[in-house]
């Protein structure tokens, strides 16, 4: 089995920072592309970001320039970095990831929830 497990979320003023990191563990053969989505009540999930094992970055469009994707493969972890939050921003951030097993399929975490208050 494999656990993707976030942290970092919580509350923060409008204009503040936040780092998201989301820890992927279990039978792993390799990881393709790992990312964040987001989820505020009453909407569908969207993609924040996404990143593929040799760095190549995708971003939503109305996200460029505030939030940064990252990972460190040794530790199969991805990081987001949320600069100049906004109230908007807030939902619940969920990890997601391609994983070789060796058969290839998605996982996703459980999530974790961010508040801009403003």
């Known amino acids: 089995q494999v656990r993707l497990v976030e942290s970092g979320g919580g509350l923060v003023q409008a204009g503040g920072s936040l780092r998201l990191s989301c820890v992927a563990s279990?039978?792993?053969?390799?990881?393709?592309?790992m990312g964040w989505y987001r989820q505020a009540p009453g909407k569908q999930r969207e993609l924040v970001a996404s990143i593929t094992s040799g760095g190549s970055t995708n971003y939503a469009d109305s996200l460029k320039g505030r939030f940064t994707i990252s990972r460190d493969n040794a530790k199969n972890t991805v990081y987001l970095q949320m600069n100049s939050l906004k109230p908007e921003d807030a939902a619940v951030y969920y990890c997601?990831?391609?994983?070789?097993?060796?058969?290839?399929?998605?996982?996703w975490g459980q999530g974790t929830q961010v508040t801009v208050s403003s």
């Open positions: 279990g039978i792993i053969f390799s990881i393709n592309t």
């Open positions: 997601n990831a391609l994983v070789a097993r060796p058969d290839l399929r998605y996982y």
